[in-house]
């Protein structure tokens, strides 16, 4: 059964970068096929996709936050991660990552909140 | 950018009701579209993929339809636990949520 765990800081100073990691296990990132994505919700409002990453490292980014986000992965932990520089109190919210594919997100991280403020 | 217009917002309904949500793309996405069931404090959970296709587990309540460019997500007899809020997702260039329909105990 393939999980998904994010962690990292989930306090902010605003213009500073936001970074957090995802952790797969019972698969692996290595296999082809899957989008490894970040997708965010703010408080009391719907879902926003931030970008994904495919096993080859080829990225593709919400164009709205395309010059502030970076999606990396590492095969060797099977991790992705997610940078989100200059944040503001609009970039508060849950982070989920996930994995896509023809068949939709059917694995999701349980998401972390993230909250900027100085 | 494919926008994804999704109606309505609010939706009041009672136990037993037929319940209709749709979404609009803003142009052709091949049917790469899928609805996604949300509660509070939970990560959405997958109902249908590629339009019309059940996801395994789902209820056979839950039914997916589309014409051209608008889609419908179709509750044919609406449970206590499907009190929820509903996402579509387009999934044919790059990703697009529509705004969410939350269903409320009328």
């Known amino acids: 059964q393939l999980q998904l765990q994010e962690s990292g800081s989930g306090l902010v100073k605003p213009s500073q970068t936001l970074s957090l990691t995802c952790a797969v296990s019972g698969g692996s990132i290595s296999s082809g096929g899957y989008s490894w994505s970040w997708i965010r919700q703010p408080p009391g409002k719907g879902l926003e996709w931030i970008g994904y990453?495919?096993?080859?490292?080829?990225?593709y980014y919400n164009p709205s936050l395309k010059s502030r986000v970076t999606i990396s992965v590492d095969m060797s932990k099977n991790q992705f991660s997610l940078r989100l520089s200059s944040v503001t109190a609009a970039d508060t919210a849950v982070y989920y990552c996930a994995r896509g594919g023809i068949f939709g997100v059917v694995h999701w991280g349980q998401g972390t909140l993230v909250t900027v403020s100085s | 950018d494919i926008q994804m217009t999704q109606s309505p917002s609010t939706l009041s309904a009672s136990v037993g009701d037929r319940v209709t949500i749709t979404c609009r793309a803003s142009?052709?996405?091949?049917?790469?579209l899928a609805w996604y069931q949300q509660k509070p404090g939970k990560a959405p959970k997958l109902l249908i993929y590629k339009a019309s296709s059940l996801e395994t587990g789902v209820p056979s309540r839950f039914s997916g339809s589309a014409s051209g460019t608008e889609f419908t997500l179709t509750i044919s007899s609406l449970q206590p636990d499907d009190f929820a809020t509903y996402y579509c997702?387009?999934?044919?260039?790059?990703?697009?949520f529509g705004q969410g329909t939350k269903v409320e105990i009328k």
């Open positions: 142009q052709s996405i091949s049917n790469w």
């Open positions: 990453i495919y096993h080859s490292g080829s990225t």
């Open positions: 997702q387009q999934y044919n260039s790059y990703w697009t």
